[in-house]
């Protein structure tokens, strides 16, 4: 029992959506007509401006979602209330129209569903012919429950199972046999669900398009309003969108006239719906007259709806596909979203790359490539087909490809211009690249290294050296509109102000007499990635000495490590970044993880060689298995950079921008946390808090104390 000011209150502040469209029916029943007046006038003020809130038709659908849900398995085919096609699915839909056109028409403030659903038809909300079937289908399944339960003499919404049952009921109605009965009821079933799915978009195509002479027509402004409440933010651009689509007589507008009403509600279901019909417009304009475009989503829902998924949820890989439209074909098949490996990456590239005389133009043919693979991989991320290892392997394998074929094009150049090479030269990986774990916004961190061929002036090898590796940086670096490969050697031996290349001799020198400790742990990550292989192997087998101490770790080059680490957080941190929400460099991010990771390496590489590869979850799981870390603290640190990756990669796809930053703006936090699938950006920031926490204590105990001192 409350007062109608404690119904004012909560309605207010606290009421969901469902609880509006149970106060379409309200009525006064019994009791005070003053009173029940002034509910019903209180109620009126909230239902018929919740379709004003952003997530209103995402929640309704979301409610009748949990509705289906909640039928037992073993009854939902037979559920004549809220089954699939059932009374509430005429329901469900004739209240979603009113509450958001009843504000503007109160001609549709009636509390019957059969009163609703023909004055929504008669103002043109529903179509003649859909209204008419589902007042036939409603009216038609009422009279069907009405006789079960009087067959039953109880309440139900079952059609029953018994064949007696059946029998009589079918015969109450009209009907011959039970069979004719079920019949008649999985038909009207079909065409409920049908007419459910496309009522609230289809006419939206209407109020702008050359449709049927007996299609009914939104105005403007009851279309607009109807796109606000799904979600767009921008309903007069979208109704310009469809119109530039729809428009016209030609094959082309017709199928497009089919494919709107689906692929509007599918972009609704992405982070930014405007985005996506925007992006369905420039690819269609792109590719409408080809043969293959329109026919494969006219005859494939799900590549459809994939589309729609990239177009509203990823401008990073919609930039991609407006780049290249013709990307859109592997959307059709699950096998063409599988990463292809670095082997049939590197024929690939090569073979595109040798085709061209001129260096500049092979590097465009390989980053169209790139540009195709970066957006296989950003698509099957999106579908959840990768996981974050799988994601980081595949850019990680089109870097590598980008890089051979880079050095193929600036070892063909310098032969050209300045003769034969005398040297051999190599490519070797360090960081993200080397340990197999690159995000979308990653640099390539490489060595450059060189080794003489006999009898060669070593003033000619180091110039062709630093020719090729120049080259390289500058054929990766040219301007172009798509994601760049930055070339990063900053690693290298005295870092940016050590020379780009060395031989192989000099390198042998360097890290026996000079080398500083950091400058061996970034070795932990190093592979050979292009170029010679057997120099680049070469080099391995030189590091692996320096980098996998046999006797461990020394108590000094402990306490070093430790003091890189805190003045890495102290000066590398940005300047006004929240320290909890940094991915990277923040407690319990990637850089805890990965130290932690790299002082196992350093501590007992050197007498456990299956701790000698380069990638950080594989290190903490074969320490798991060499009985020096525990299955909890591994658990711990790996799930904490899983979702720092997963966030980062997030960030990147949904606003092409990088960041090492939890998203606190409420745009970006909404969209990256409906990508990830967290309910809000306050969901995903405590999550991240909490796990975060978690690896932090576990990085201090293990790198700071356990008697490591």
């Known amino acids: 029992m409350r007062t109608i000011e404690s119904h004012t209150a909560y309605y ?38 919740v379709a004003e809130k952003p997530t209103f038709v995402d929640d309704v659908r979301k409610m009748r979602k949990r509705v289906e849900e909640h039928i037992p398995s073993k009854d939902a085919d037979r559920h004549l209330k809220l089954g699939v096609g059932g009374l509430r699915d005429v329901e469900f839909a004739v209240q979603l129209l009113q509450l958001v056109h009843g504000k503007a028409d109160e001609d549709l403030r009636v509390q019957s569903t059969m009163s609703a659903l023909r004055a929504l038809s008669a103002a043109g909300y529903v179509g003649r012919e859909d209204g008419a079937a589902l007042l036939e289908a409603y009216s038609w399944m009422r009279t069907l429950e009405h006789r079960i339960q009087l067959n039953q003499l109880k309440r139900s919404h079952l059609i029953p199972e018994d064949e007696s049952d059946l029998r009589r009921i079918a015969r109450s109605m009209a009907y011959e046999s039970s069979a004719e009965l079920l019949q008649q009821w999985r038909e009207r079933r079909s065409l409920v669900r049908s007419i459910h799915e496309k009522l609230f978009f289809r006419p939206l195509l209407a109020a702008v398009a050359r449709l049927a002479a007996d299609e009914q027509r939104l105005t403007p402004e009851a279309a607009q309003a109807r796109l606000l409440a799904l979600g767009y933010g921008d309903p007069v651009g ?48 792109a590719l409408g007259d080809t043969p293959w475009y329109l ?3 006219r005859d494939s829902g799900a590549t459809a709806q994939r589309l729609a998924l990239v177009l509203s949820s990823s401008r990073y890989a919609s930039e991609l596909i407006l780049r290249a439209p013709e990307a859109t074909a592997m959307l059709d098949d699950d096998g063409d979203l599988a990463p292809r490996g670095i082997e049939q990456l590197i024929l690939e590239s090569l073979s595109v790359v040798r085709r061209q005389d001129e260096s500049d133009k092979a590097i465009e043919s390989v980053r169209a490539v790139r540009r195709r693979e970066l957006f296989r991989t950003a698509v099957a991320d ?182 890189l680490k805190a003045r890495v957080e102290s000066e590398r941190l940005p300047r006004g970044a929240d320290k909890s929400l940094h991915l990277k460099l923040g407690p319990g991010g990637l850089s805890d993880v990965e130290w932690m990771a790299q002082y196992l390496q350093m501590n007992y590489a050197g007498k456990n060689p299956r701790l000698r590869i380069t990638g950080t979850l594989e290190v903490l799981n074969r320490a798991v298995a060499a009985n020096l870390l525990t299955i909890a603290d591994a658990a711990t640190l790996s799930d904490s950079w899983l979702l720092a990756t997963r966030i980062r990669n997030a960030v990147m796809l949904v606003t092409a921008r990088h960041s090492d930053e939890v998203p606190k703006a409420t745009e970006s936090a909404r969209a990256v946390s409906q990508v990830l699938g967290f309910a809000s950006g306050e969901a995903l920031m405590e999550e991240w808090r909490r796990q975060s926490r978690r690896a932090r204590a576990v990085f201090e105990r293990l790198f700071y104390e356990d008697g490591n001192e």
Do not use: C
């Open 12 to 49: 207010e502040r606290w009421a969901q959506p469902w609880e509006f469209q149970a106060l379409l029916k309200a009525r006064t029943a019994a009791g005070s007509k003053d009173v029940g007046a002034r509910f019903t006038a209180m109620a009126s003020l909230g239902t018929w401006s």
């Open 238 to 285: 979208a109704l310009a969108h469809i119109q530039a689509l729809t428009s016209g007589v030609s094959r082309r507008a017709a199928i497009q006239r089919q494919l709107l009403p689906a692929m509007l509600e599918w972009f609704t279901q992405g982070p930014d719906p405007d985005a996506g019909l925007f992006g369905f417009r420039q690819v269609s304009d």
């Open 295 to 297: 026919r494969m989503l």
């Open 382 to 563: 999106l579908l959840g087909t990768l996981s974050v290892a799988e994601v980081g392997d595949a850019l990680s394998d089109v870097a590598g490809a980008t890089l051979e074929a880079a050095f193929d094009a600036a070892s063909r150049a310098y032969v050209a211009e300045h003769g034969p090479l005398t040297i051999k030269f190599a490519v070797i990986a360090l960081g993200r690249l080397g340990g197999n774990e690159m995000s979308y916004q990653s640099d390539a961190d490489v060595l450059f290294v060189h080794e003489y061929l006999p009898g060669t002036d070593e003033k000619v090898g180091t110039d062709a050296a630093h020719w090729i590796a120049g080259e390289m940086r500058r054929l990766t670096s040219l301007p172009n509109p798509e994601p760049p490969l930055i070339i990063d050697p900053d690693l290298r031996p005295d870092g940016k102000q050590g020379p780009l290349v060395r031989s192989l001799s000099a390198y042998a020198h360097y890290y026996a007499e000079q080398a500083l400790l950091w400058e061996r742990q970034a070795l932990l990550r190093a592979r050979p990635i292009a170029g010679d292989a057997d120099l680049g192997e070469r080099f391995i087998a030189l590091i692996d000495f320096y980098r996998y101490p046999t006797a461990g770790i020394s108590m000094s080059n402990l306490r070093e490590m430790r003091r």
